[in-house]
């Protein structure tokens, strides 16, 4: 594995060197290879359900908290690690293990396997996006990250709709081949998850092929391992460790983290009484217990770090606001093609074709268009982007309420292409947008802590809820219509964190000096 280096001033005002763009092309590969391993699970969903036994609810988990909690909780350990080692390293470790876990989810047999495959591809795919925001951060300048984030991005929407196209024909050929089951015997929707996760393994030599940039100096490591500042970030995340490191604090940092822990447990139970989903909720409760114990734990060992992600309302604002809009994306990314099946009654085939494609297809457009549209605003307004953020939630309302209350398959297929791009439009804005509120040291644990709430808000919970929805009102409709409640809710963050942005970033090192008592 090579660990030649390159030097790179992010900063620069310089335009990005071709070589530049030539990692940006790999990360997308890998990126697209990274949601076709997590989102074809989407387009086998049905059978799954059928041969497994499962329940709507069950399939959401499966779809959300399961691969969810556990992206998002060793992300953070990840970011920090990526801050500190070296990143096309990492990035090569998480290809080969989140690809080895997409394959092992072809032999699950039952709930529980798939779940326990699942966790471990989100524990690989943790390693994807704090290396390869960080290493997009140093390779461009400030003025063309935004685009370059967002062309990195499309890697998302044209890996899910890649994803309903292959796991759909893998699964039809294979069935139509062997229809009693191929060898041992492993159906349609198995041989899909085993062909889609090996060539991983292959793409990880290409990826460690890649020069590692030079880091400024006040980037470089500590005199400690960075492998053993991971293990420390890690325990920080997992009881009983957790309860050590608030114990290391005082009596009352203790007396919190025992609260909150006692809090989140009673959270937990009442949500599994309502609902009887002991995975979903026990898992969300965890996750969100161990993002508390891990930020009180870094205001302790980088104040800095905490000031400029945790103690900055723009930041939590921007993050939130971003997560809710993807928590309707990841919903709609995840039931749409479900939905077509078993409420519209269209053929696997035609809308896996349709859907795989128009989702491919939106969510690039939208996503290159939002990044440009946000750095011309930027250039013109501190809060610019934030604006970009704003119509990811408000436009995509619309097509939703349209798109799922007619019977119309074509005009279901184009509200949903509408509905796909316009949510498309906020990723690398929001992206953007986190990078820029820190200091290029703090740049993987920024993507980290903006990936905690992409997925422990949107993801962890968005395909849930419009599964324990339908299950509750015996309606995949109005479990997908329920997600227009958020828009509210993610609109009035963002207005705050538009007013509150310029000021965060005209103040970066100062509140990082004064973090520190300098």
């Known amino acids: 594995m090579s660990d030649n280096t390159t030097t790179v001033d992010g900063r620069g005002e310089e335009s990005a060197s071709a070589y530049s763009w030539y990692v940006l092309g790999v990360l997308v590969v890998v990126y697209i290879l990274n949601f076709i391993d997590r989102q074809i699970l989407s387009i086998l969903a049905v059978d799954i359900k059928r041969d497994l036994g499962l329940t709507d609810g069950q399939l959401g988990f499966l779809g959300g908290a399961a691969f969810a909690v556990f992206y998002a909780l060793f992300g953070v350990p990840l970011g920090r ?43 690989g795919e943790a390693t994807a996006s704090p290396t390869a925001y960080s290493l997009i951060s140093d390779y461009f300048p400030s003025r063309q990250r935004a685009t370059a984030l967002a062309i990195y991005s499309s890697g998302l929407y044209i890996g899910g709709g890649v994803s309903l196209l292959i796991g759909a024909q893998i699964s039809k050929v294979w069935d139509a081949a062997y229809p009693d089951g191929g060898v041992g015997g492993l159906v349609g929707w198995q041989a899909a998850f085993m062909a889609v ?9 290409w990826v460690a092929s890649l020069r590692e940039p ?26 009983p460790l957790t309860f050590i490191h608030a114990m290391q604090r005082g009596p009352m940092a203790l007396l919190v983290n025992v609260g909150v822990a006692v809090a989140m447990t009673a959270f937990a139970l009442l949500m599994i009484e309502l609902t009887g989903n002991l995975p979903q909720w026990s898992s969300v409760a965890f996750g969100y217990y161990a993002v508390f114990s891990w930020a009180a734990t870094l205001r302790r060992h980088d104040p800095a770090t905490f000031s400029l992600i945790w103690g900055t309302p723009a930041f939590i604002c921007t993050a939130l606001g971003y997560g ?26 035609q809308l896996a074709f349709v859907l795989g494609g128009s989702g491919a297809l939106s969510g690039f457009l939208g996503v290159i268009l939002g990044g440009r549209m946000s750095d011309w605003l930027r250039a013109r307004n501190p809060s610019g982007r934030i604006l970009v953020i704003m119509f990811g939630i408000i436009a995509p309302v619309i097509p939703i309420w349209i798109g799922f209350t007619t019977e119309n398959a074509v005009l279901f297929y184009v509200m949903n292409f509408l509905a796909g791009m316009f949510a498309a439009t906020a990723l690398g804005a929001a992206a953007a947008t ?4 820190v200091l290029p040291r703090m740049r993987g644990t920024a993507t980290a802590s903006f990936f905690l709430a992409t997925t422990l808000v949107g993801l962890a919970l968005g395909p849930y809820m419009v599964g324990q929805i339908s299950e509750l009102s015996g309606s995949l409709r109005t479990g997908v219509l329920s997600l227009i409640g958020v828009a509210p809710i993610s609109l009035a963050l963002l207005i705050y964190a538009y007013r509150a942005l310029p000021s965060a970033e005209a103040t970066i090192v100062e509140r990082a000096r004064a973090a520190i008592g300098e």
Request: charged fraction near 15%.
């Open 324 to 349: 809710l809009v993807s928590l309707g994306a990841y919903a709609l990314a995840f039931w749409s093609a479900p939905y077509a099946e078993t409420v519209l009654g269209l053929p696997k085939a």
């Open 434 to 437: 986190t990078q820029d509120l």
């Open 214 to 239: 030079a880091r400024p100096p006040q980037d470089q490591a500590t005199a400690r391992h960075p492998l053993f500042d991971f293990l420390i970030d890690l325990s920080m995340l997992l009881p």
């Open 81 to 123: 690690l990526a801050d500190r080692w070296n990143r096309v390293r990492l990035l090569t470790i998480g290809l080969v293990l989140w690809s080895t876990m997409t394959a092992l989810s072809g032999l699950a047999r039952n709930f529980l396997t798939l779940s326990l495959a699942r966790m471990g591809v989100g524990v």
């Open 197 to 205: 996760g090996l060539p991983g393994v292959l793409l990880a030599v």
